[in-house]
């Protein structure tokens, strides 16, 4: 079932949108604001995005550059042209305009969905400094120095390692990598965090993850 992030701050329109894709079989998230969409998309990745560009806080024409490898439709009432084109031109797969025909849009949503699932998929490589995380060979190295981690400990890595610049909450972190362990337990978290990062800086001698107390843990960006 695909996930389709609805971004616009205007009440009704949300909830008809939601109300259409729900009944066509699409599950919805829903954010209110630019900021909020951002925050959202810090810990989870839709299939598709919906985005009004008159948002309070992070317009719509801010927020999308921020996104990355997810298709976007802007739906917005600005009718001109150079509008249009501009956003498209920025990264907008699709423009429609409001007030919009609902069978168009949820044809063009197929068409996007269906575009996105042909495409190729993005290089599976994340990096952080001289960390590198092969999603493909579930493989981790520092500087070419390959460092063995437990299915555990490279879930929790690679969930940090894809929001480098965010403090990801404990709570988040075990909601998150609950499907790919399901052993891992609130008690026990503290335990797999401690592994890890005691293996990553036996490779260079950086302690690449800090404790964000009260909180969770993040990337220590102060590495150089």
């Known amino acids: ?33 630019g900021t909020e969409a951002l925050m959202y998309l810090s810990s989870a990745r839709p299939d ?8 309070p806080g992070l317009s719509g024409e801010e927020l999308l550059p921020l996104i990355k490898d997810i298709p976007v439709i802007v739906v917005s009432a ?58 493909a060979s579930h493989s981790v190295s520092i500087a070419d120095t390959p ?10 890595l690679k969930l940090l390692m894809q929001n480098p610049s965010q403090v990801i909450a404990r709570s988040l972190l075990l909601d ?16 797999h965090v401690s592994n890890l990062r005691r293996k990553l800086k036996a490779a260079d001698g950086n302690d690449y993850i800090e404790a964000v107390w009260g909180i969770g843990f993040k990337l220590n960006e102060e590495i150089r």
């Not at 598709?48 to 948002?55: A, F, G, P, T, V």
């Not at 460092?147 to 929790?156: D, G, H, N, W």
């Not at 990598?177 to 978290?189: A, H």
């Open 1 to 33: 079932m695909s996930t389709i992030l609805i971004v616009d701050d205007d009440v009704y329109i949300g909830d008809m949108l939601a109300e259409i894709l729900t009944k066509e079989g699409y599950r919805t998230a829903r954010a209110y604001s």
């Open 48 to 55: 598709l995005i919906l985005l009004d560009l008159m948002l």
């Open 78 to 135: 600005k009718a001109e042209t150079s509008d249009k084109v501009g956003i498209l031109l920025g990264g907008a797969c699709d423009y429609v305009t409001k007030p919009f025909d609902t069978a168009e849009l949820l044809a063009r949503i197929t068409v996007q969905l269906r575009r996105a699932a042909s495409s190729p998929a993005p290089a599976p490589v994340l990096t952080f400094r001289s960390l590198t995380l092969d999603t």
């Open 147 to 156: 460092v063995r981690l437990t299915q555990t400990e490279y879930a929790i």
């Open 176 to 191: 998150r990598i609950s499907e790919d362990t399901p052993d891992c337990t609130e008690s026990s978290l503290k335990v």
